[in-house]
């Protein structure tokens, strides 16, 4: 586990904060729609940056983020690549089960936020990061200071006795709607940065075009 984890800190290194042209194609059930406001949206897909620093590691990554909770689906898709687009990290979770291809390897958890902290040695709050990249917080999460609009600036997150510090540095308005576009997260010796490039809500494929999809007519029976 030591060799992989220095491995996989090296190549974090040598990554840096350019957006490549690589991504997570969402399935066939999702298509592009636009929305009014970021919590509307039960799937959506980002591209971004992701820079993190402890007093032992520094490193960014590009960033790529399917993420997917319509219906009975709970899953999600994160990348981080390199520069020249090699994939760093691939994690997956769905309904209860994640997992991370590394090294040809792959590792699995119940919990995402502790895979990753037992595979790669990072801090990152994945599991309330889908909430906050959408500008949204918990009922647990305490907001300490509001922009003029009346949108979150800045609050603090309890987790595990130790507290989240989280700044929405500045939003800008993606797919139909107005979200964080520079989130600050601090905790302890932990600073993350993500910055969201691209954001697209997601929605299920109406039936119809499923349906359009089928080469043959099905019989229906009652």
């Not at 959408?134 to 979150?152: A, K």
Request: charged share 20%.
């Amino acid at each position: 586990m030591r060799n992989l984890t220095h491995h996989l800190k090296h190549l974090l290194l040598l990554s840096c904060l350019f957006l490549t042209a690589c991504s997570i194609s969402p399935p066939h059930t999702l298509t592009e729609v636009d929305v009014k406001n970021p919590h509307q949206a039960q799937a959506w897909e980002l591209q971004g940056k992701l820079a993190f620093r402890s007093d032992s590691d520094k490193f960014s990554t590009n960033l790529f983020w399917l993420h997917d909770q319509i219906g009975q689906h709970d899953r999600n898709e994160l990348k981080l690549t390199t520069m020249i687009g090699t994939t760093v990290l691939s994690l997956k979770s769905e309904n209860g089960l994640a997992s991370i291809d590394v090294q040809d390897k792959t590792y699995t958890d119940s919990n995402p936020e502790r895979l990753i902290q037992r595979v790669s040695g990072m801090t990152i709050p994945i599991n309330k990061l889908p909430l906050w990249i959408t500008g949204q917080v918990t009922e647990e999460d305490q907001v300490i200071e509001y922009n003029e609009d009346g949108s979150i600036k800045y609050f603090i997150s309890a987790e595990n006795g130790e507290n989240w510090h989280v700044k929405f540095a500045s939003y800008q308005t993606q797919s139909g709607a107005r979200l964080p576009r520079l989130l600050q997260i601090n905790r302890a010796d932990v600073q993350i940065k993500i910055q969201i490039n691209q954001w697209q809500a997601l929605a299920a494929q109406a039936p119809e075009t499923n349906m359009a999809l089928d080469s043959e007519p099905r019989e229906v029976t009652n």
